[in-house]
C-alpha cells in the first residue's frame, strides 16, 4: 500500500514501521524476517513500473536478504551501513558490477561516521539516478540500543533524514523501520523524528 501510494503520484513519502524486513531471503526466514518487502517492492517497482531503485539500509545489521533477493536486478541498488562483526557477518565489500554497495563500520562508531556513510551513499546514487529511494531506518544503531556496539545519536538519524530529504526534495521515498530493541524508549523516538523530517518538505518544493 505505501509502495502504491507513491507509485500513484498521491505522496512524496510512505511510511510502513514494521517495514523493511532485510533478512529474510528467497526460501528461508532470518533475524526475525519473514518476509523481504523491500526486496518484493523493488522487484513490482522496476519490473511491472519500469522504475529504478535505492535502497539505503542503516540498520546496524547487513542487509543481507535485500542485497541477495536484488543482485542480479540493474534497476536496484543497494547500499548499507551496519555495523562489521556483527549478524549476520556479511556485507565486508562492495559488488560494483552488481549495483551493492556495503559500508562497515567498526564498533563505536557515531553520527559522523554515519553521515559520512551516507554522504557517500549520495554520491554513488547520484550517478544511479534512481525514481524511487527506500530507506531501511533501523533503529537499533542507536548507543543505548543492546544489539549493536554502534554509537548513534537520535540526532543524528535526525541530520541523516534532513540530508537524505533536502538532497532529494522531489523524490518519492518509502521508509521503513528495520530493526531496533527499544520498543518503550528510543526505537519509536529515533522512528518518530525520522519520519517527521523525511515527510518534510520545504516550500518551494513540490
Known sequence: MALDLLLRG????????????????????SGFCVFADFALAAEI??????????ILDIDAHHGDGTENL??????????????NGIFPGTGLEDKLEK???????????????????VNRFIEINNV???NLIFIACGADGHVDDPLSSLCYT?????????ILRAEYPNMPILMGGAGGYLPDSRTPEIWARFALEIASVKEGCH
Open 154 to 162: 537520535v540526532d543524528g538519524f535526525v541530520q541523516v533524514a534532513q
Open 128 to 130: 544511479f539516478n534512481p
Open 45 to 54: 517497482a522496476s519490473n511491472d513500473f519500469k522504475k529504478k531503485v535505492a
Open 10 to 29: 498521491e505522496s512524496l513519502t510512505a511510511i510502513h514501521f514494521p517495514g523493511a524486513k532485510h533478512h529474510a531471503q528467497f526460501d528461508y526466514s
Open 99 to 117: 549495483q551493492a554497495f556495503n559500508q562497515a563500520l567498526d564498533g563505536r562508531s557515531g553520527d559522523l561516521e554515519l553521515i559520512e556513510a
Open 70 to 83: 536484488t543482485l542480479n536486478n540493474p534497476n536496484v541498488l543497494t547500499f548499507s551501513v551496519h555495523e
